[in-house]
């Protein structure tokens, strides 16, 4: 089995962005942490980050991978081209967020992915990552 493990707009950001919220670890050090994991388990993944809207549609539409770990950051609350993307895909979406969305700002509570994914794991940093794999790994049996 082989992941997308797709980071979207200020993922690049960590390790810098507000850290007592989203924890010391870089971006790379989140992908390594779950290439890492996934190994174990037998499943390939390849990561991608874009900061840009579009450039995340063509990552989605254009991946060969057997499944999709996402975390859109921003573009979760708002981004209708994301939602339709994901919805005509034919492989499973797990949209992932490293903090609990619905206990912060009222408008981080709108998800506009979250009924076009399979599932959504969040609230614990880099564990909802890891969370993700594991239930794809899970539902491959």
């Known amino acids: 089995m082989k992941i997308l493990l797709l980071n979207g707009v200020n993922m ?7 850290v007592n919220m ?30 840009s809207e579009g450039t995340l549609v063509d990552i ?32 499973p979406v797990v949209e992932v967020h490293m903090t609990d969305i619905y206990q912060r700002e009222p408008f981080r509570h709108v998800d506009v992915l979250k009924d076009v994914c399979v599932a959504q794991f969040l609230g614990k940093g880099v564990q909802s990552y890891l969370d993700a794999v594991a239930f794809l790994a899970k539902e491959q049996q």
């Open 12 to 18: 690049n950001m960590l390790g810098k962005r507000d």
């Open 22 to 51: 989203y924890g010391s670890d870089t971006l790379q050090t989140l992908q390594q942490k779950v290439v890492d994991f996934a190994k174990t388990l037998g499943i390939q993944v390849e990561c991608q980050q874009s900061n």
């Open 60 to 91: 989605l539409q254009q991946t060969t991978a057997d499944a999709v770990v996402f975390n859109a950051g921003a573009y979760s609350h708002y981004s209708i081209a994301l939602r339709d993307c994901i919805e005509c895909m034919s492989v």
